[in-house]
């Protein structure tokens, strides 16, 4: 396994991205108006912050699986 502090940063940065990402277009499929650039900007940081929020989750709950499951 490779080191967990390494995986913890990728499992986030791609879901920070994913997110961010998901937000804006959702945002841009869902509304009629126009809407500005700061509006799309303030979304795509409230989706990097759930998606790195989600992505420790992800990684605490797979860090203790497996320490669980070396320690038998």
């Known amino acids: ?5 390494l995986e913890l940063i990728k499992l986030m940065f791609i879901l920070a991205v ?5 937000m804006v277009v959702s945002i841009w499929v869902i509304t009629r108006e126009p809407i500005s650039l700061d509006v799309y ?3 795509g940081v409230i989706g990097a912050i759930v998606g790195l929020w989600g992505g420790a ?8 699986q497996i320490r ?3 320690r038998k």
């Open 1 to 5: 396994m490779k080191h967990p502090l």
């Open 18 to 22: 994913t997110f961010s990402i998901g």
């Open 41 to 43: 900007i303030k979304y």
């Open 68 to 70: 669980r499951y070396f």
């Open 57 to 64: 989750g992800a990684w605490l709950i797979f860090y203790l």
